[in-house]
Antibody, heavy 122, light 109 residues
Framework: QVQLQESGPGLVKPSETLSLTCTVS?????????WGWIRQPPGKDLEWIGS???????CYNPSLKSRVTISVDTSKNQFSLRLSSVTAADTAVYYC???????????????WGQGTLVTVSS | QSALTQPASVSGSPGQSITISCTGT?????????VSWYQQHPGKAPKLMIC???NRPSGVSSRFSGSKSGNTASLTISGLQAEDEADYYC?????????FGGGTKLTVL
């Protein structure tokens, strides 16, 4: 069974960079699919952030693209998210997920992590 | 206001059928057959229940079905069971974005 687990700081200061890592077990990232991040601010909708293929090819949500970097480490079967210049609006539960893309956009996520709450506050 | 509109809550008794709607526009749900439905129990990871409007991933109960008419997609759960009580979210491809609904809380009475 494919399992994903997010890890990283739960508190980030405004203007700093949010960094999270997703560790995948039960499936090799190098075997295929896209691997990405989805977040949900308190009381708001889910929002796709971006995804990466094992080759390193990335697709990002245009609304976040200028601040997002997603990278992959196939040797550790992990992928990571960096979101720069964070504000309180970036406070959310962040999920990592395995997905399928169409024209550079996530169309389905078939396995998700449990999610991790990241709060942006000084 | 969510990009895709779902009812905030629905309820039903065990054994009954319920339907959750997901209304978008002609730029997303109405044009593309890339509508997915996710189930989320409190504190748990979301689970893909329906993809591509009406396809069930392996392992998902046949009690779950999806359909679409115009700009509205629907998730139907038949033979309601207590374990179906959860939040349900729809999503749709929309050119440069993935849109999500605001979620529907299903209560099994």
């Amino acid at each position: 069974q494919v399992q994903l687990q997010e890890s990283g700081p739960g508190l980030v200061k405004p203007s700093e960079t949010l960094s999270l890592t997703c560790t995948v077990s039960g499936y090799s990232i190098s075997s295929g699919y896209y691997w990405g991040w989805i977040r949900q601010p308190p009381g708001k909708d889910l929002e796709w952030i971006g995804s990466i293929y094992h080759s390193g090819s990335t697709c990002y949500n245009p609304s976040l693209k200028s601040r997002v970097t997603i990278s992959v480490d196939t040797s550790k079967n992990q992928f990571s998210l960096r979101l720069s210049s964070v504000t309180a609006a970036d406070t959310a539960v962040y999920y990592c997920a395995r997905g399928t893309m169409f024209r550079g956009v996530l169309i389905r996520a078939d396995f998700w992590g449990q999610g991790t709450l990241v709060t942006v506050s000084s | 206001q969510s990009a895709l509109t779902q009812p905030a809550s629905v309820s039903g008794s065990p054994g009954q059928s319920i339907t959750i709607s997901c209304t978008g526009t002609s730029s997303d749900v109405g044009t593309y057959n890339y509508v997915s439905w996710y189930q989320q129990h409190p504190g748990k990871a979301p689970k893909l229940m329906i993809c591509d409007v009406s396809n069930r991933p392996s392992g998902v109960s046949s009690r779950f079905s999806g359909s679409k008419s115009g700009n509205t997609a629907s998730l139907t759960i038949s033979g309601l069971q207590a374990e179906d009580e959860a939040d349900y979210y729809c999503s749709s491809y929309a050119s440069s974005f993935t849109l999500f609904g605001g979620g529907t809380k299903l209560t099994v009475l």
